[in-house]
């Protein structure tokens, strides 16, 4: 099942509507184009997971807001909807955002040649990377570092960071996103 390109953009409408933002301010604040803005609103255009990250942290919403569709639960992988990213990344909601516990959780696939980078989160957002499979590599503080099976790492996403994989096999991790708001 795929993420609904319709319900990203209902929600990113009622939230900029919620704030009184125009597309100008909204585009603006998320750094993402107006001309962008406005297809991924009338559904024209299927975002990118660092466009919607942008998107996210401009309005200080969780990512999993445009993912998952309101009053979801979440029972059985193979009924989560799926996002496939122009990058080659597949992300599937393993938990939407719990504003009580203020966190979301992802499964991320990266088939080989994936790159999918990411323009810093909002302040205080913090990212747990947990390698399930394959091998990927992490872009942090400047230089890249390769993570396999088993490794986990805990970082600051309000900073650039980027994934990637250059390796035949799929890398799949849990990604455990930690938010200092709620929604």
């Known amino acids: 099942m795929d993420a609904d390109v319709s319900a990203i953009g209902r929600y990113m409408k009622k939230r900029r509507a919620e ?3 125009s597309l100008s ?12 803005l406005g297809q991924i609103e009338r559904g024209e255009s299927t975002p990118t997971i660092s466009t919607l990250w ?8 969780p990512l999993s807001r445009f993912l998952v569709p309101e009053g979801v639960a979440l029972q059985r992988l193979n009924a989560m909807p799926r996002h496939h990213d122009a990058s080659g990344m597949i992300v599937t909601p393993l938990f939407a955002f719990d504003p009580a516990l203020g966190f979301e959780m ?9 790159l999918s980078e990411s323009a810093p989160h909002a302040s205080g957002v913090v990212e747990h990377l947990v390698v ?3 091998r990927m590599e992490l872009f942090i ?17 309000d900073q650039p960071h980027a994934y990637r994989n250059r390796h035949p096999e799929p890398a799949r991790i849990h990604d455990l996103i930690h938010y200092p708001f709620g929604d």
């Open 54 to 61: 942008k998107i996210a942290s401009g309005l200080q919403v």
């Open 132 to 134: 399930l499979e394959g």
């Open 141 to 157: 503080d400047g230089g890249w570092q390769t993570l396999s099976a088993g490794d986990a790492i805990r970082f600051s996403a």
């Open 25 to 36: 301010r909204t585009a603006d604040i998320c750094g993402v184009s107006k001309a962008m």
């Open 19 to 21: 704030r009184g933002w």
């Open 106 to 114: 992802f499964a991320i696939e990266l088939p080989q040649d994936t």
